[in-house]
């Protein structure tokens, strides 16, 4: 009996063939599909975490350089927990001039740290004044105890945390050093 040539138009995959190519290929796109979406979940918790990271340290700078650049400054605990710092600070410009900066910590609700200026002593605010005072961050919890601020003579430590609900708290510390001896006329506590 004599074999008869194949035509290479009836050459081609069998159903069985094509049935495991599709799966291999759901296979592939499915993994490839949970690697991309774990990348997309770390990098918006990287992303989170770096935000409030350069929050608090922006914060951390604004007190730092006003107590750097302040002639004295006072730490109060006005209510609870909360804190008021006060300095007499340095403006800038060409003849020197003296301004009254504060930063008030306030332990309720999440946390938060609060700034204002003024050419008047500051005393520590009502909750309604509060919150005319500039937010710089909230989320704001001590590193550790109750206190955000702490002063020894003339050296500030700053330490705290800044949280996001569902990630990772960022820990900010930073320390300065008043120029203590200035003299001026105004009084800012």
């Not at 009836?10 to 296979?27: K, N």
């Not at 979940?41 to 350089?65: F, K, M, P, W």
Request: charged letters at 15%; aromatic letters at 6%; hydrophobic letters at 40%.
């Amino acid at each position: 009996m004599k074999k008869r040539p194949t035509d290479s138009s009836e050459a081609g995959f069998t159903l069985i063939e094509l049935l495991v190519y599709c799966v291999l290929i759901v296979l592939v796109v499915t993994a490839v599909g949970g690697i991309m979406n774990s990348v997309q979940i770390t990098s918006n918790s990287v992303r989170t975490v770096t935000s409030d990271a350069t929050e608090g340290q922006l914060v951390a700078d604004s007190i730092t350089a006003g107590v750097r650049n302040s002639s004295d400054f006072r730490l109060t605990s006005p209510s609870g927990t909360d804190q008021l710092l006060v300095a007499r600070v340095a403006e800038r410009g060409t003849t020197l001039t003296w301004a009254c900066a504060a930063w008030y910590y306030s332990a309720s609700g999440t946390g938060s740290l609060r700034f204002t200026r003024s050419s008047a002593a500051i005393v520590a605010p009502t909750a309604g004044e509060l919150v005319n005072w500039t937010l710089l961050d909230d989320g704001i919890t001590p590193a550790s105890g109750t206190s955000v601020f702490s002063a020894t003579g003339a050296l500030l430590n700053v330490a705290f945390k800044g949280t996001t609900t569902g990630r990772p708290s960022v820990l900010i510390k930073s320390t300065a050093l008043s120029r203590a001896g200035a003299s001026g006329s105004l009084t800012c506590f």
